[in-house]
């Protein structure tokens, strides 16, 4: 029997998903300060799933339960912005897959969204999606930069699942 090369312990696991999440929002950074993209709701939406995600798995990482109830419960905790980033991701590729005459009309900025709105209805609002979350300013590979999101925010739930909920992961490879 050979050993395997990422059999790596829970906490690096934990530490290099977060580290990860770190770095993809660097990245939506760098295209924002140095490459002149200006994030449309949505993409700000996506930043706050991957750092909610980055920082639960940071905490899962330095707290590194060895019982598989204490692992579960930060499986859980780390699904939630998982999940939610997808979704996010996911209605952002469906507006920038829209023809062009069924695109919604550009909405004001989040910044004035914040002071005239409750965050509920702010929201709403956004993952309603405008026409500025439309565009496509950037690919890589024929790719958008939501639909990345999209590619990472499943990878790195199934990263979640293989290192939170090894039994469900072993049992899926059968």
Known sequence: ??????????????????????????YALYTQL???????PLCIFQRIAFAALG?????AGLHAPRGTAGRRAWGVLALLPALLGIGIAGRHVWLQGLPPEQV?????????????????????????????CA???????GLSMPAWSLAWFVLLA?????????????????
């Open 34 to 40: 140095v490459g002149g993209l200006l994030p449309c």
């Open 135 to 141: 565009n496509v300013d950037w690919t890589f590979l």
């Open 104 to 132: 919604p009309m550009c909405g004001p900025g989040l910044d004035f969204l914040m002071e005239a709105m409750p965050i509920t209805s702010v929201i709403r609002t956004v993952l309603t999606g405008s026409g500025e």
């Open 158 to 174: 199934l990263w979640v699942l293989a290192t939170m909920f090894p039994a469900v992961a072993r049992g899926a490879r059968r």
């Open 55 to 59: 920082v639960v798995l940071l905490a």
């Open 1 to 26: 029997m050979t050993a395997n090369p990422f059999r790596w312990s829970f906490r690096a696991r934990c530490l290099l998903g977060a580290a990860t999440c770190a770095l993809l929002i660097c």
